[in-house]
């Protein structure tokens, strides 16, 4: 499986992005497509992950209530809609997959095998 990401950008405190990730390639069953960042100077975090075939989501408590993820599995693509932005979610924003065995998925960035390269998200205060 391969991933890209795509649609970061600029925007203002309060405003809001979408990103996409396209898979291509192989696909398998029993995994997590997820959403990490990383901030300069700091280590990648979690933000969000989305099961598959179920589609069970989980969110980095920071993040809940103002950024959905979700898959559309006819275009092989995923998404992050994030509104209500604020700038400490500045950073440049990796999608991930990897399949999880006895747990839907993982908070550690280590722990997923697949990566896109990174889409820079700049929220101005």
């Known amino acids: 499986v391969q991933l890209q990401a795509s649609g970061g950008g600029l925007v203002q405190a309060g405003g809001s992005l979408r990103l996409s990730c396209a898979a291509s390639?192989?696909?398998?069953?029993?995994?997590?497509m997820g959403w990490f960042r990383q901030a300069p100077g700091k280590e990648r975090d979690f933000v969000a992950c989305?099961?598959?075939?179920?589609?069970?989501?989980y969110y980095a408590e920071s993040v809940k209530g103002r950024f959905t993820i979700s898959r559309d599995d006819a275009k092989n693509m995923g998404y992050l809609q994030m509104n209500n932005l604020k700038p400490e979610d500045t950073g440049i924003y990796y999608c991930?997959?990897?399949?999880?065995?006895?747990?839907?998925?993982?908070?550690?960035?280590?722990?997923?095998?697949?990566w896109g390269q990174g889409t820079l998200v700049t929220v101005s205060s």
């Open positions: 989305i099961t598959y075939p179920a589609g069970r989501t």
């Open positions: 991930a997959a990897s399949p999880f065995y006895g747990k839907d998925y993982s908070k550690t960035a280590q722990e997923y095998d697949t």
């Open positions: 390639g192989r696909t398998f069953t029993g995994y997590c």
